[in-house]
């Protein structure tokens, strides 16, 4: 059984809205994906495009992936579009993927 990645990539207009998601992710929002499912997470701010943030799950299988999906991300997606739509500039990515491989500093 294989754990899945799963990226949600974000880039903002300006700092105040880049600050103000922020703030809604770690006030909240990657508890409740680990609620539902997420063993870990990790917010990336990117080097480049400026203002571009990667937020990244863990998911011990595509099964526990797929009941996320099913159970809990319509209701988080739709929370987070309501107070960050399109509208205000701020572009949205998703990417999903099996991690082959895992490495660590541990020896």
Not at 21 to 35: Q, T
Request: hydrophobic share 40%.
């Amino acid at each position: 059984m294989s754990e899945i990645a799963y990226t949600v990539t974000a880039t903002f207009p300006d700092r105040e809205i880049a600050d103000e998601w922020l703030r809604w992710l770690r006030g909240g929002h990657i508890s409740e994906v680990m609620a539902g499912g997420a063993t870990a997470a990790d917010i990336v701010a990117l080097d480049a495009p400026p203002l571009t943030y990667d937020v990244r799950y863990r998911f011990p299988s595509r099964e526990a992936f797929e009941r996320y999906e099913h159970d809990h991300a319509p209701r988080l997606r739709a929370e987070g579009l309501q107070l960050f739509p399109l509208e205000r500039g701020i572009v949205y990515r998703r990417t999903v993927g099996t991690i082959l491989d895992g490495f660590s500093g541990d020896a």
